[in-house]
T-cell receptor
Framework: AQSVTQLDSHVSVSEGTPVLLRCNYS??????LFWYVQHPNKGLQLLLK??????LVKGINGFEAEFKKSETSFHLTKPSAHMSDAAEYFCVLTGYSSASKIIFGSGTRLSIRP | EPEVTQTPSHQVTQMGQEVILRCVPISNHLYFYWYRQILGQKVEFLVS????????KSEIFDDQFSVERPDGSNFTLKIRSTKLEDSAMYFC?????????????FGSGTQLSVL
């Protein structure tokens, strides 16, 4: 069975410090993995996606994620947090044959302390 | 970047009433989706739509739900007789294609409250 687990429901960091949002997945096939961000009163915006081309994926706003098959992980990182990064982040696993069979993680709320 | 637009942003209704949630997908997209997120739970797939018909639906999408693309630009979700448990954030999404690694564009959601 396919599943996505976001290990932290809430992460709080100081501005200028690194961000780590953790995601583990379970999949019986080669997965496509995404990170989406949702700012208050906004839609879900794609940060980055992994589709087997490269294990280290760079996204928008300085975020990147590394696909580690041995650890079944796809953690999201950023070297230096900015106040505007405060939002809800979702790790998403897509189905083998269809974009509609996508599985969302439960989300991680990122707070940034001044 | 192009955006998917959803209206209204908030909808309050009485149990048993019909509601229609509206979405304007990105103009050149061919695939359309509805998802929902009940407070405190994960985002769940409801239905996908292509070529004027439902291509896939989840077990949540029962007979009280229907979707329509009435005029070539709007994509609507109708809930015929709302229940308390239908209270959720409903997201519309669209995409150019339907591959597994397709990028979905999401709207900002409609918060539905059933009283």
């Amino acid at each position: 069975a396919q599943s996505v687990t976001q290990l932290d429901s809430h992460v709080s960091v100081s501005e200028g410090t690194p961000v780590l949002l953790r995601c583990n997945y379970s999949s019986s096939y080669s997965p496509s993995l995404f990170w989406y961000v949702q700012h208050p009163n906004k839609g879900l915006q794609l940060l980055l996606k992994y589709t087997s081309a490269a294990t280290l994926v760079k996204g928008i706003n300085g975020f990147e994620a590394e696909f580690k098959k041995s650890e079944t992980s796809f953690h999201l990182t950023k070297p230096s947090a900015h106040m505007s990064d405060a939002a809800e982040y979702f790790c998403v696993l897509t189905g083998y044959s269809s974009a509609s069979k996508i599985i969302f993680g439960s989300g991680t709320r990122l707070s940034i302390r001044p | 970047e192009p955006e998917v637009t959803q209206t209204p942003s908030h909808q309050v209704t009485q149990m048993g009433q019909e509601v229609i949630l509206r979405c304007v997908p990105i103009s050149n997209h061919l695939y359309f989706y509805w998802y929902r997120q009940i407070l405190g739970q994960k985002v769940e797939f409801l239905v996908s739509f292509y070529n004027n018909e439902i291509s896939e639906k989840s077990e949540i999408f029962d007979d009280q739900f229907s979707v329509e693309r009435p005029d070539g630009s709007n994509f609507t979700l109708k809930i015929r007789s709302t229940k308390l448990e239908d209270s959720a954030m409903y997201f519309c999404a669209s995409s150019e294609g339907s591959r597994a690694n397709e990028k979905l564009f999401f709207g900002s959601g409609t918060q539905l409250s059933v009283l």
